[in-house]
């Protein structure tokens, strides 16, 4: 093959694009902030969900005789005591 040709042939193929380190690292930075953003938003949602279950909990024994108190007490105690701290962990308050 003649040298023009061996030329010509590596003109036409374009070198692979190559990622830049302050892009990727852009990248990531970005997506480390959705990955926040989403843990403090399911986070006070987890804080809002045992406030209601409190609340409700509360409201509804003042309000109406419940047959089975301790069963309630004992269920809404878990549920309330389980979703404050998994959503104060993941809003990074503890």
Do not use: C, H, W
Request: proline share 4%; glycine share 4%.
């Amino acid at each position: 093959m003649s040298e023009r040709r061996r030329k010509a042939k590596a003109k036409v193929q374009p070198a692979p694009p190559m990622i830049q380190p302050a892009a990727a690292e852009e990248k990531s930075d970005k997506s480390r902030e959705v990955r926040n953003a989403r843990r403090n938003s399911f986070g006070s949602y987890l804080l809002d969900v045992s406030k209601f279950v409190l609340t409700g909990v509360v409201i509804t024994s003042l309000f109406d005789d419940i047959g089975e108190k301790v069963l309630i007490y004992v269920l809404s105690i878990i549920i309330v005591a389980s979703t404050l701290l998994l959503g104060l962990r993941l809003i990074n308050k503890m």
